[in-house]
């Protein structure tokens, strides 16, 4: 199952799975390789500048690799037993198309946009091999998408309706090809540097950590801590997703690594098939929106939101964690209604206080970890400036051999029969210390990717998750014979062949668990490309506009669905590209003309909670469909019932569109902690209702007060704006004597009245202001780029000049030379009010009355 989902369903002859699996290792070492310094250093050393060249030109090879296994591993048409013949012509025509823009780069910068017969020739191929070799890997969805984007380039300018939007005028074939295949504005974009440059090592790391067994020590240490409890298998698939979903790239492959040892112990304790699949459904999904990796979804924000990858990490990690904690309330409340047990555990019993006890002092001591290490490093840096990492090399050395000894010490961490008769919750001593050596490679990914001081800096996800992998290697290589030698055995040699497989068996499954992955970012870049093209995104904004009829919910729920749509049967990254593409730049257009203005970030966070969730959406869920067939339940019953359980993750995209303190937007760390703490009410509370259950039984209007009370904790500015409001409106004279004294740094919202530049039809859009400068409102206007005139009680607008920072915004959308003016309407300055918090008081009450009514009616204890 795992092998037809992700990694290719062929097994043909000795030959050819000899040279599948060396094609996997090469494409894993050239990986390595161009990540690392060694390119610039055999490039100095040899004087050969093509050793370093090659990493400028690594996407051309990173598709080329991700074709020909895309096209050798997965059959077409059922030849599973050997590798027909037309499927090896196409694999070198894939090379041979990719490999010429390497081969003839110097001579194609000559002459841009000139494309010659050659080109086009190789572009046609280019472009059919990687459209067979999606279809292949992740079936017809993205095939269907791209293709209808193609189809818009081609044939967009026949359609007048089209032209109207976008002034399009057609393409021809020869400047299609070109600018899909024989520059960065298509297959060979962002995207796929993106997954080129990051997302293969990211991948790579976690193929290695799986084989060396840390995806086995992550699920024992879940069942160890939470099997015993109430539902505790449920609960441990929670926790090991998220621990595994946390460096995954792919919902399936989580869904199916944990959900084979996890599903069977959730039906053996009382769930059904189908709702133990929804658990592992949710959980494993749950874990493409999870920092630090996001299903590689975080490093593609980076580049469109262009923002730090810090603040991408920031702003995603608290409904992540709110989403997961509600997650186990949710099996929780589901093993009380079911009046399930956990399983037998030897040894002492932890209980729900223990449990949270271990979590915080982990969390403690982590941050006692890194803080130590940071002063180790700063003391040592008067004395070796520059060169602290030598010295923290040599304490992470020491700490591994330390954890390695200790795990001796412990029976081996087994992997588990999920077929067998009898289950019980490992101890949770033996079994974390057992394996604790497999999180120093994490630890060293976390702390590159997010510690920084005045002697330190971040290093760049690239250069994180390739350190990171370089210490994976090392822990798969050395773990079995370090602990042969800890232990007295004399089976060092086999032990050290046995972890040389492993580090084998990570550099194929991390290839092969990239085919899809390069593929499909290549086909997703035909999308981006199309837009970039013809402007294709304006002809859903403007439907979305006519259908929402200017009613910001309404827009929400259109782009929500769309985005579920628009997902079914992609990858991850895949997934984020095209629903980012097409959707948020709807929110962000249509959104401002309704005068709904939110940060970038929280946009793409919307629409990629969203495109996720089509993971186990019906009927397309492909995890769902992975984890029925591991719990034979019925796969569209355990879509349902996993999405379901979702509707929770479901509810954040709108919360925090607006409500952008649970994104962390201009938090501090104090009320961080006080967002975290009533937003998790909320949320938990929110579930309760779902489920029909909280303490007791929900009555319906108990249900009615509890979906209030989550309202009220989640938007209380909503009800702080029926009682204060919350803008000042100004025009003419009076908006610019508002702007005059606005302080410096405090943002202003200008509603802008311009005429359409195709339809000619006056609009308006809302753009934020905020002077960095003091002097008059003009001076301030003019300082900013918006060159304003007073023409009676009218503030005309002149053209946006290129490079200010409202060009964009306005020049290409609005005409400033048509009959009507364009104009500033009107200037809403915010009013200083009660904090909105206060609404927080009846909710807790309201709260408190709840669970004191349902406390009479409860018939079992809560926990």
């Avoid at 095939?143 to 026949?158: C, E, K, P």
């Avoid at 949270?356 to 941050?367: P, Y």
């Avoid at 067998?420 to 057992?434: C, E, K, N």
């Avoid at 005409?815 to 309407?825: K, L, N, S, T, V």
């Amino acid at each position: 199952m795992v092998a037809e989902a992700d990694t290719g369903a062929r097994q043909a002859s000795p030959f050819a799975m000899q040279m599948i699996f060396a094609l996997c290792i090469i494409w894993s070492l050239f990986q390595l390789y161009i990540a690392s310094k060694l390119p610039g250093v055999l490039a100095q050393a040899t004087g050969f500048s093509d050793f370093a060249n090659i990493v400028a030109q690594a996407r051309y090879v990173h598709l080329a690799f991700a074709i020909v296994l895309a096209t050798l591993a997965f059959p077409i048409f059922g030849h599973r037993d050997r590798i027909p013949t037309y499927d090896w012509i196409l694999a070198i025509l894939g090379t041979v198309a990719c490999l010429y823009l390497v081969v003839n780069r110097f001579e194609i910068a000559t002459r841009p946009g000139l494309w010659s017969t050659t080109d086009i020739v190789m572009s046609g191929i280019g472009m059919v091999v990687l459209m067979i070799a999606v279809y292949r890997s992740l079936g017809l969805p993205l095939v269907i998408i791209a293709s209808m984007f193609l189809a818009l380039a081609f044939f967009g300018g026949y359609s007048e309706w089209v032209g109207s939007i976008t002034n399009y005028g057609g393409s021809s074939f020869s400047k299609a090809m070109g600018h899909y295949w024989m520059q960065t504005e298509g297959v060979f974009g962002v995207a796929l540097g993106v997954s080129t440059s990051m997302i293969f090592l990211f991948v790579l790391f976690g193929a290695l950590l799986e084989k060396a067994g840390g995806g086995n020590w992550f699920i024992k240490v879940a069942i160890a801590l939470l099997g015993a409890l109430r539902g505790g298998p449920a609960k441990a698939a929670v926790l090991s997703s998220m621990m595994t979903g946390m460096i995954s790239g792919s919902s399936i492959a989580n869904t199916v690594t944990t959900g084979t040892f996890t599903i069977p112990l959730m039906k053996r304790i009382g769930f059904s098939g189908e709702k133990a699949g929804a658990v592992e459904v949710a959980s494993s999904t749950n874990g493409q929106l999870t920092p630090p990796v996001m299903g590689a979804a975080a490093f593609l924000m980076v580049e469109y939101v262009n923002i730090p990858y810090i603040e991408v990490v920031k702003h995603a990690f608290l409904p992540a964690v709110i989403s997961y904690i509600a997650l186990l309330y949710i099996v929780h409340l589901e093993s009380l209604k079911m009046g399930l047990e956990g399983l037998k555990k030897p040894g002492r019993h932890i209980g729900v206080v223990m449990i949270l006890i271990l979590f915080i002092s982990g969390f403690i001591g982590m941050a006692a970890i890194t803080f130590l290490v940071i002063g180790f490093r700063a003391m040592l840096e008067p004395m070796m400036p520059g060169n602290t990492v030598y010295a923290a090399l040599v304490l992470l050395g020491v700490a591994y051999l330390a954890l390695v000894y200790i795990a001796s010490r412990y029976p081996d961490v087994q992997v588990d029969d999920p077929n067998a008769t009898a289950v019980a919750a490992p101890r949770l001593t033996p079994t974390f210390l057992g394996g604790a050596y497999f999180a120093l490679p994490i630890f060293v990914l976390v702390w590159n990717l997010m510690v920084r001081t005045e002697t330190l800096d971040r290093l760049s996800p690239a250069l994180s998750a390739f350190w990171a992998t370089i210490a994976m290697i090392i822990v798969a290589l050395t773990h079995r014979p370090l602990k042969a030698i800890f232990r007295g055995e004399s089976d060092f040699a086999n032990q050290t062949v046995a972890g040389f497989r492993d580090f084998v068996a990570g550099l194929e499954g991390g290839a092969r668990n990239m085919i899809g992955i390069g593929v499909a970012t290549g086909a997703a870049g035909i999308i981006v490309g199309t837009i970039s093209l013809t402007g294709a995104h304006q002809i859903i904004g403007q439907v979305i506009e006519v259908i929402s009829g200017g009613n910001l919910i309404i827009l929400l729920v259109l782009v929500a669905v769309l985005s579920l749509i628009l997902g079914m049967g992609l990858p991850t990254t895949a997934n984020y590209i095209v629903v980012s593409s097409l959707m948020a730049p709807v929110i962000v257009s249509v959104g401002a003309q309704s005068g709904l203005i939110v940060p970038l970030i929280a946009v793409h966070m919307f629409v990629f909670y969203f495109g996720i969730l089509a993971d186990d959406t019906p009927p397309v869920g492909l995890a769902a469909y992975a984890a029925a067939a591991i719990s034979r339940g019925d796969p569209i019953k355990t879509g349902v019932q996993g999405f379901a359980y979702d509707i929770r993750t479901a509810l954040l995209p709108f919360m925090f569109i607006f409500n952008t303190d649970l994104l962390l937007i201009n938090v501090g760390p104090a009320k961080a902690v006080f967002v975290f703490f009533v937003s998790l009410v909320a949320m938990l509370v929110f579930a309760a209702v779902t489920q029909g259950y909280f303490i007791a039984k929900n009555r319906k209007w108990e249900a009615g007060v509890m979906l209030l009370i989550v309202f009220m904790l989640f938007r209380p500015d909503f009800w702080l704006d029926q009682w204060q409001d919350k803008y000042t409106y100004h025009q003419g004279p009076a908006a610019l004597a508002a702007l005059q004294e606005l302080p410096s740094g405090s943002n202003a919202r200008l509603e802008i009245s311009a005429p359409d530049f195709d339809t000619g039809i006056v609009g308006n859009i809302t753009v934020v202001f905020t002077p960095e400068t003091e002097g008059t409102g003009l001076e301030r206007l003019e300082a900013a780029g918006l060159t304003v005139f007073e023409d009676g009680d009218m503030l005309t607008l002149d053209e946006p000049f290129p490079g200010t920072p409202y060009f964009d915004t306005l020049a290409n959308d609005y005409d400033f030379y048509g009959d009507e003016p364009a104009q500033i309407a009107t200037v809403a300055i915010e009013n200083e009010r009660m904090p909105k918090e206060i609404f927080f008081i009846p909710a807790f009450l309201l709260l408190a009355l709840i669970v004191f009514l349902q406390r009479g009616r409860a018939t079992q204890p809560a926990f």
